[in-house]
């Protein structure tokens, strides 16, 4: 078991940056499968980012290519998205989650995949 909390949403304008970032505690950190989603009012909670147990693999939904960074420091027992080149449309609760894995490399994408969740922290984005 392992208990997620985000931290670090906010306000900010288009074309911005913002950092968030999750702190896990209770089991080992680096027994899971990192990953965060977002939920916008009226949408489905949907993949942003995935990262392994060993931070080597990481995948990203092809709305957030190229602009977003995950990763994690797993003697922290932190994972971050580091969100740059912010659109309007990147409005959304943001959610950490965490999936049980022995593998080393995989990432997961889908939600039923993991099994524990962060209360979730609001980023907004200006136009």
């Known amino acids: 078991q392992v208990q997620l909390v985000e931290s670090g949403g906010g306000l900010v304008q288009a074309g911005g940056s913002l950092s968030i970032s999750c702190a896990g505690s209770g089991r080992s950190f680096s027994s899971y499968v990192m990953g965060w989603f977002r939920q916008a009012p009226g949408k489905e909670r949907d993949f942003v980012a995935g990262?392994?147990?060993?931070?080597?693999?990481?995948y990203y939904s092809d709305s957030v290519k190229g602009r977003f960074t995950i990763s994690r420091d797993n003697a922290k027992n932190t994972v971050s998205l580091q969100m740059n080149s912010l659109k309007p449309e990147d409005t959304a609760v943001y959610y950490c989650?965490?999936?049980?894995?022995?593998?080393?490399?995989?990432?997961?994408?889908?939600?039923?995949?993991?099994?524990?969740w962060g209360q979730g922290t609001q980023v907004t984005v200006s136009s």
């Open positions: 990262i392994s147990r060993s931070g080597y693999n990481i």
């Open positions: 989650a965490a999936a049980r894995s022995t593998a080393l490399n995989v990432v997961r994408v889908r939600r039923l995949e993991y099994d524990y």
